[in-house]
């Protein structure tokens, strides 16, 4: 990718992207993972313009189906920054984070996501995350996926556990 100094900048000693560059980066993965045979999708996690991590979707390469551009990219950063909580980075996805991603998001305290292709860019494509939303409007006893609630009375223990714990990180 040729670099186009007019959206990088610099601090001592280091090179910084701005906001277009690292949507340029993400759009970049999702390009070369297509070739690479993984999903059409790339992220990076960025803090001040410096990519903390980038990744794209390897779901069919690492057989995983949580392996989403979104997810790769939130474990290596919080793998390089040694913490759960990515506060103070954005997130740059080439699409629209499906449910499980934009939890993910959540989870990780990001603050703010930029995303290129939208939901129905990728529904048109064959990556149709509509029926996930439309299975979380419906009360547990109404999805398509079976849910029985089952030994509620022993999981219990451990939320007992966790409240009593005065040493406890939360998250």
Known sequence: ?????????????????????????????????????????????????????????????????????????????????????LSGCEIYSSCEPCPMCLGAIYWAHI??????????????IGFDDDFIYQELELPVGQRRKAVEVFMADEAIEAFELWKQKADKNEY
């Open 111 to 124: 603050d703010k996501i930029y995303f290129a292709n939208d939901r129905k860019d990728a529904a048109a």
């Open 1 to 85: 990718m040729k670099l186009n100094l007019m959206y990088y900048f610099m601090k001592p000693d280091k090179l910084y992207m701005d906001k277009r560059e690292l949507m340029r980066r993400a759009i970049a993965l999702s390009i070369e993972s297509v070739k690479a045979g993984g999903g059409p999708f790339g992220a990076v996690v960025a803090r001040d313009g410096e990519i903390i991590a980038e990744a794209s979707n390897s779901v069919t390469i690492d057989n995983d189906p949580t392996a989403h551009a979104e997810v790769n990219a939130i474990r290596k950063a919080t793998r390089r920054l040694g913490t759960f909580d």
